[in-house]
């Protein structure tokens, strides 16, 4: 073995494989046969696509119809539930995001929340640091998480920091989890001055005398030396599988019912295994991180191993930087800096083709992390290469974010076959892209072009970037609006179950489970979800408020909101994070990867 985790994850491999029934059984839940009656039903099959009834046996959909359809199958046995006219939908798939563990805030776990949702202004940023400050030891880190530089007027620099505590490395990270600040204590641990060159693929904010200002963007957060004595505290993996436990019951509560775990390693794939077996309530697809393909290709290990509770699905590749941390590579300058065009990734194009044709070779499915058009091309490049090379029909390579595209970009992909995985989060960040302009907006997120086109797409959070939040982001998606009203590049909008169907059978086709899930039919898994309200009937702009009334996995009910419940549950997860693009485990996309 080259490497302790490629040793870890052969030990890993070997325990699965010889453990067949956990990589072949299917998990069943609920037995008895049940019948729900008198639903809105939007089934997402173009064979039937409405319905009033349906009926679930031993955990899969097994008939829908008319209410009197359905109920001429009744046994004396069967237990009959009454919608009363509410909506049911297939169940949510958020193709893409990063869990994170869930503490209460008095926890030693917890890592303070710097969004909107909790911090205001620079000075309430400093006394919520400072408060986590006062109750750790000097020297040890003190992180914060998911800092929007539009909202506090500007990014935090390290004098902000440096009045929370010059005792303690003190770290924290923009919502796009592509800017990282630091104060003075971790610069100097570092050996970071006014002479450190900015490495490939990175930035490092200065003053005007060159001075670093502790503003650290992209790959340029590998200078980062000094993050104290034991870093952090030592979280016990009992307590881990807890606070993801929460995390997921967080995703059950808003209707999500599978989800694209976006980048991990051993370590984290055990994690999750771990989390599953403690009766997690929704089903993950696993990508790992680029940098284990030498090791998973020695064990053997392929896309779709596993089983439909957790499933290895495909490769998180890093190529391009972040749109609303507006670090991503353009072919023309950003609106507001002309001589600007982001950050170059670190690979040349001769590396990155070498590196998609190992996997696609391998016959994995590759998921990449890209965001400027300059970025895109190269990764559509790459796949063009792979595929004239060694053509593999059906490969479903996917472009996550794909965020500033274009029309040749687009028809490229659609011949390509490639999915685009786009963000809908103009409610969180669409005041950060004036900086791409009127004309880039209306082919950022296109999602009204790309369905036009035919080309395949899917839904995503990427949270904690924005909120897992499955209405929020069909909200997003119809109506384009900004939380400040502003509506960014109107001409992408789609109709409600056009943005139903790409959070459910569409995110059932990136992961080739679309026989398996992704809409209400018979035979398919039965996962599905009870809307109090019918989001193609009530205003656009309160798609986000409908309540989720229950959410099913397998049949099996894990999550009945109360009856009495007024508002909807608008979620955002702190807690620990990993950011976009998994920062903590894909730094090493700036090396060369021997495959």
């Known amino acids: ?45 173009p064979a039937r696509p409405y319905a009033e009834a349906f009926a679930v046996t031993n955990g899969r959909f097994s008939a829908i119809g008319t209410n009197a359809e359905i109920r001429r199958m009744a046994k004396p046995s069967t237990k009959i539930i009454d919608l009363k006219g509410m909506t049911v939908t297939p169940g949510f798939n958020d193709t893409h995001l990063h869990p994170s563990g869930v503490y209460d805030e008095n926890s030693p776990y917890y890592v303070p929340w710097l969004g909107p949702e909790k911090v205001h202004n620079m000075d309430e940023l400093i006394a919520v640091l400072k408060a986590k400050a006062d109750k750790t030891p000097p020297g040890q880190l003190v992180r914060g998480v998911r800092y929007q530089d539009t909202k506090l007027g500007r990014h935090p620099t390290r004098y902000d920091l440096d009045k929370v505590s010059t005792e303690h490395p003190i770290s924290i990270s923009h919502s796009s989890g592509h800017i990282t600040v630091v104060n003075s204590y971790i610069l100097k641990a570092s050996g970071i001055t006014k002479d450190t060159q900015d490495p490939p693929g990175g930035s490092l904010g200065r003053d005007p005398d060159g001075t670093p200002n502790g503003i650290i ?70 990508m790992f991180s680029e940098s284990n393909v030498p090791s998973l290709k020695a064990a053997g290990i392929k896309s779709g191993f596993g089983d439909d509770h957790l499933r290895i699905t495909s490769i998180k590749v890093f190529h391009g930087n972040s749109l609303s941390g507006r670090t991503c590579w353009l072919s023309e300058p950003y609106s507001d800096r002309a001589d600007y065009y982001g950050i170059p990734p670190a690979r040349s ?14 016959g994995f499915q590759t998921a990449t992390h890209s965001n400027g058009d300059r970025e895109i091309d190269m990764v559509l490049t790459a796949i063009e290469h792979a595929q004239a090379k060694n053509p593999r029909p059906d490969a479903r390579h996917r472009i996550e974010h794909a965020s500033i595209i274009t029309l040749p970009l687009l028809e490229r992909a659609r011949k390509a076959g490639v999915i685009l995985v786009f963000h809908s989060y103009m409610w969180e960040h669409g005041d950060k892209l004036a900086s791409y302009g009127e004309k880039r907006l209306q082919m950022t997120h296109a999602f009204r072009t790309a369905i036009d086109m035919g080309i395949s797409v899917a839904g995503h959070s990427d949270a904690t970037v924005s909120a897992a939040n499955p209405m929020l ?123």
């Open 1 to 45: 073995m080259k490497s302790i985790t490629q040793f870890v994850l052969f030990t890993l491999a070997v325990f699965l494989l010889s453990h067949n029934s956990w990589a072949t059984s299917v998990v069943r839940f609920g037995g008895d046969d049940v019948i729900y009656i008198n639903g809105t039903v939007i089934t997402m099959d």
């Open 217 to 286: 963007e992209e790959s340029a957060s590998r200078l980062l030396r000094g993050m104290g004595n034991g870093s952090e505290p030592r979280i016990p993996f009992d307590a881990q599988v807890e606070g993801y436990l929460e995390c997921f019951r967080n995703y059950a509560r808003v209707g999500i019912t599978s989800i694209g775990i976006a980048g991990g390693s051993p370590q984290s794939f055990r994690l999750y295994d771990a989390v599953r077996a403690a009766g997690a309530p929704i089903r993950m697809a696993f």
């Open 349 to 362: 194009q001769e590396r990155l083709d070498s590196a998609f044709q190992a996997m696609h070779d391998a």
């Open 473 to 595: 982001r069909i909200q997003d998606m119809v109506t384009r609006k900004g939380e400040n009203g502003i509506v960014y590049g109107g001409n992408q909008r789609v109709t409600v179950e056009e943005a139903i169907k790409v959070w459910t059978i569409d995110g059932a086709y990136t992961t080739f489970e679309e026989k398996e899930k992704g809409s209400i039919t018979p035979g398919k898994l039965a996962d599905f979800v009870v809307l109090r309200k019918d989001p193609r009937k009530v205003s656009p702009d309160a798609i986000k408020d409908i309540i989720i009334d229950a959410t099913y996995v397998g049949g099996n009910k894990v999550w009945q909101a109360p009856k009495d419940m007024l508002n909807a549950i608008h979620n955002f997860v702190p807690g620990i994070d990993f950011g976009d693009g998994d920062e903590e485990e894909n730094l090493n996309h700036v090396h060369e990867v021997i495959y």
